[in-house]
């Protein structure tokens, strides 16, 4: 069925420009024409919206939900219950205007599971990119919910696992965090011989990998031996600045998380050792996200959405965070958030602009995102594949359950 998109705004994240008086003509899920002279079709009119395209969350665990302790929940529920958490976030997102989100991370499988079962229309949510299980050395980052692997031949199986539960990437724990009691922020996991098996493993499978890396040692490590995106990159120098450059991969900072921990993390009932961990990390993290911009290293929004305090969706507070805490641009933010995350996903050839070919996922608001980036905490309509996903009357009950 055709359907025709009228009385819109386009916003060219180019150029910031916006765009009145055409219309985007939706079949089979996709865009085919952006034109003034749509023809015949059913009409729908947008109400004089600015239209983005849908945002894409590069960095996301839809098992949590903004518990202050991710880790005591997940060791402690049933794998069913944790499932039904991940089904609820995965809608959050999408009545969010997070059409697509890439999840890095839950126990059991059950993100690979929650992926299948949204592409089959069981449960409505956005459509999802994802790891299962991450994988780390014994008692490394995140190990209570990751494959513990040590050693060559234990990684490379632990790689070819992933890959047979039907994982769309491969994580890997490549340094301490924040939420794991006893380790170091400074600290490297594993070895760099480990490392490079691991890549190697996946991309004989045609994987991409995602590396869990904050130090400058582990960061440059991981690059030199392939990954496709860095996660969090709290902690980097000008070199690693460079390699990035030089390898092409992504950095996805995720400010919100460590922001969130930091300055209210202490009342809100995080353990002590996260709070502390968190403020250790936040100053350079956000000196180092302002070099990033002017270096021009390829950057993907990801969120950490579902850790402490912070519920999905978490991309527009994310968002509004790289603004007024490291001072970027809209235009900048809302680039890494759709084409940057897409091309990181390896989805750029389908995703993160409104093109014609591409698929027809659009978010609409009342106001313009680039002159006011809070505008992305209200959607007034999400569409998914040129469906509508959520209307305002949804988008609002979602928000409740935050306030
Ligand atoms: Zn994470």
């Known amino acids: 069925m055709k359907n025709i998109f ?27 024409e952006i034109t003034s002279t749509p023809g015949e079709g059913e009409t729908i009119s947008l109400n004089g919206g600015f239209v983005l395209p849908g945002l894409i969350d590069a960095h996301v665990h839809l ?19 944790t499932s039904y958490r991940a089904a609820r976030s995965a809608w959050q997102n999408l009545a ?6 890439r999840d890095v991370g839950g126990p059991h499988n059950i993100p690979i599971e929650l992926a299948k079962a949204v592409k089959q229309g069981i449960v409505p949510g956005s459509r999802i990119l994802a790891a299962g299980a991450g994988i780390a050395q014994t008692g490394g980052h995140g190990y209570f919910m990751c494959r513990e692997a040590d050693g060559f031949d234990e990684i490379r199986k632990a790689v070819r696992e992933q890959v047979k539960a039907g994982a769309d990437l491969i994580k890997l724990m490549c340094s301490g965090g924040a939420y794991t009691q006893g380790e170091s922020i400074h600290a490297m996991q594993f070895s760099d011989k480990e490392i490079h098996i691991a890549v190697q493993t996946a991309k004989a499978a045609g994987k991409k990998v995602a ?25 980097i120098n000008d070199k690693s600045l460079h390699l990035f450059k030089r390898t092409g991969a992504f950095m996805v900072p995720t400010l919100a998380p460590y922001y969130l921990m930091a300055t209210q993390g202490a009342e809100y009932g995080v353990p002590n050792y996260a709070v502390i961990k968190s403020q250790q990390v936040m100053e350079q993290y956000i000196t180092s996200l302002k070099k990033v911009v002017s270096t021009g290293v390829n950057l993907a929004l990801g969120t950490d959405a579902g850790s ?29 958030a759709t084409q940057g995350s897409a091309w990181a996903l390896g989805l750029e050839h389908e995703l993160g602009e409104i093109k014609r070919g591409y698929l027809a996922d ?19 309509y999400v569409y998914k594949e040129g469906q509508l996903a959520a209307g305002a009357s949804v988008i609002w009950s979602v928000s409740l359950l935050h306030s």
């Not at 819109?8 to 180019?14: I, P």
């Not at 098992?63 to 219950?81: F, K, L, R």
């Not at 305090?309 to 509004?320: C, G, V």
Request: charged fraction near 20%; glycine fraction near 6%.
């Open 211 to 235: 590396a869990h890396a904050l130090p400058d040692l582990a960061v440059k490590t991981c690059l030199e031996a392939g990954v496709d995106t860095i996660e969090h990159a709290a902690l």
């Open 308 to 336: 402490p305090q912070l519920p999905h969706p978490a991309l527009p507070y994310e968002a509004w965070l790289w603004y007024k805490e490291a001072g970027l641009d809209p235009l900048t933010i809302l680039k890494a």
């Open 96 to 101: 969010g205007g997070v059409t697509t989100v």
């Open 362 to 380: 659009f978010v609409v608001y009342e106001k313009n995102p680039v002159e006011e980036i809070t505008a992305l905490h209200y959607p007034q």
């Open 6 to 32: 009228t009385d819109l705004q386009l916003v060219n994240l180019k150029t910031g420009q916006c765009t009145s008086g055409c219309a985007l003509v939706v079949e089979d899920g996709r865009f085919v």
């Open 63 to 81: 098992v949590w939900e903004g518990q202050p302790d991710p880790a005591q929940y997940t060791i402690t529920e049933s794998p069913v219950m």
